[in-house]
């Protein structure tokens, strides 16, 4: 499969070879010996150009244009349905560990508390990753894109893991009032 890129490269390369094919040729003019026929017997109607390019030209240059958009189009349906595969798969594999994780500690509150915090580490490094390579490309940053990544990656990680925490530490709370407020509404 060819890249999007090499794919450009041939539609900007065709593109040329199609200008090159349509520039009209320089022609010398040719003395007259026969009487010419009169201005207004012209076979092209008046105001049309006589260097239209040839229609098989034409044909080539839309045949190119429909490959590389049908390339174009496989290509974006490939990358989707990867990038598709690769979230189910995270996904699962954040519902099974904590799956996992419930069933040792034999509470579905702690396998909730384990999806809860992977959950918002995994979201956060993928937002970290896009926010650090947003504000690197918006503040002219000298890093590699590696670099860029990997700190947006790593900080989001690790910003999604505290929020996930908190968030912890919050349900808990409530949870508490919740069982408290429940428990006195039985005794009255």
Do not use: H
Request: glycine share 6%; aromatic share 10%; charged share 10%.
């Amino acid at each position: 499969m060819m890249a999007p890129v090499t794919v450009l490269r041939l539609l900007a390369i065709f593109t040329c070879l199609f200008a090159i094919a349509a520039t009209p040729v320089e022609r010398e003019p040719t003395t007259q010996t026969a009487v010419t026929a009169p201005a207004a017997a012209s076979t092209m109607p008046a105001g049309v150009d006589d260097d239209i390019p040839p229609p098989f030209l034409i044909a080539l240059v839309l045949i190119v244009v429909a490959v590389a958009l049908c390339l174009l189009g496989v290509g974006l349906a490939v990358g989707f349905a990867v990038m598709s595969t690769v979230a189910v798969l995270v996904f699962f594999g954040l519902l099974s560990t904590s799956f996992f994780v419930g069933v040792k500690e034999r509470r579905v509150e702690s396998g909730l508390r384990a999806f809860v915090i992977q959950a918002f580490a995994v979201a956060g490094a993928v937002l970290g990753a896009f926010a650090f390579y947003v504000a690197a490309w918006m503040l002219k940053v000298d890093w590699s894109i590696q670099m860029t990544l990997l700190a947006g990656v790593l900080t989001g990680a690790a910003v999604g893991v505290a929020v996930g925490l908190l968030l912890n530490v919050a349900w808990a709370k409530v949870r508490v009032w919740i069982v408290s407020r429940a428990t006195l509404m039985r005794n009255d």
